[in-house]
């Protein structure tokens, strides 16, 4: 099972991204997916996920602003990312399978300038 993280970068505030994480290999057990981030110096938190029958959550800071999706055909999820803010800076992990992850993508750094 290998989960890979894309689609950071660096934007201004007010600016948007897509994540994108991708499954390979065997079924992690569920096509849930969790995306979390992790800023420098701070814990990782949990940031939105996406059950296996597409049951949506989002942590509070992103609400409205963020978007979980899914294409099965893809084995894809995505995090689309609108009206970013410099607290939104971290890096971006995806894991799977939810809600309790075993496998986890590499990360993909997300830098929100002011």
């Known amino acids: 099972v290998q989960l890979q993280a894309s689609g950071g970068g660096l934007v201004q505030a007010g600016g948007s991204l897509r994540l994108s994480c991708v499954l390979s290999g065997p079924s992690p057990g569920g096509s849930g997916v969790g995306w979390f981030r992790q800023a420098p110096g701070k814990e990782r938190e949990f940031v939105s996920s996406i059950g296996d029958l597409g049951s949506r959550v989002y942590v509070d800071p992103v609400k409205g602003r963020f978007t979980i999706s899914r294409d099965n055909r893809k084995r894809t999820v995505y995090l689309q990312m609108n009206d970013l803010k410099p607290e939104d800076t971290a890096v971006y992990y995806c894991?799977?399978?939810?809600?309790?992850?075993?496998?986890w993508g590499q990360g993909t750094q997300v830098t929100v300038s002011s």
């Open positions: 894991g799977a399978p939810w809600p309790v992850p075993r496998y």
